[in-house]
């Protein structure tokens, strides 16, 4: 009771300037989360989160994910950071042959990214942030086209050829 008296006292109106608090508060968190996304490292801080041996793919075997970064990579792309589209792979655009490991390697410090297959039967890349390290050794023949599920327009392709 003493604090709504206090309030109008001092011509504050009680429910709003809380929201109004709140607002600024959640607004200050959002723009500080925004700088803060994934983890800071270097991009030689290689991880693949699968275990050695693991399948992946069709009954034909289509690609086989690293359990070790490879040493070195076969190709390399490069997941930038792009202020007109958020996010960019580099090369968009690969042809390899059968057998190659292609190795994505995340530099973007302001944004999640992943590596998701449009063929939905391929494991996907999990969400994450500047200095993490994915690769996949290509065993099949085909296109193999991808995106970032996080932003449109963040898409890339693999050619694979004999």
Same mark, same amino acid.
């Given at each position: 009771?003493?604090? /709504?008296?206090l309030t109008r006292a001092r011509g504050e109106r009680g429910p709003r300037r809380?929201?109004?608090?709140v607002g600024a508060g959640l607004l200050a968190l959002l723009l500080a989360g925004c700088g803060a996304f994934g983890?800071?490292?270097?991009?030689?801080?290689?991880?693949?989160?699968?275990?050695?041996?693991t399948v992946v793919g069709t009954q034909a075997l289509s690609l086989r994910p690293r359990p070790q970064p490879p040493a070195p990579p076969d190709c390399t792309v490069i997941m930038y950071h792009n202020v007109n589209?958020?996010?960019?792979?580099?090369?968009?655009?690969?042809?390899v042959p059968v057998g190659a490991t292609v190795e994505w390697v995340w530099t973007d410090h302001y944004d999640l990214h992943n590596v998701w297959w449009v063929d939905q039967s391929l494991v996907?890349?999990?969400?994450?942030?500047?200095?993490?390290?994915?690769a996949v050794r290509f065993l099949t023949p085909?296109?193999?086209?991808?995106?970032?599920?996080?932003?449109?327009?963040?898409?890339?392709?693999? /050619?694979?050829?004999?």
């Open positions: 009771m003493w604090r /709504a008296a809380l929201a109004t608090i983890q800071v490292g270097d991009p030689t801080d290689a991880h693949v989160p699968f275990a050695p041996g589209t958020v996010g960019e792979f580099v090369p968009q655009n690969l042809t996907n890349s999990p969400t994450e942030g500047a200095g993490y390290r994915w085909g296109v193999y086209e991808y995106y970032c599920t996080l932003h449109p327009g963040m898409i890339g392709r693999v /050619a694979v050829t004999r």
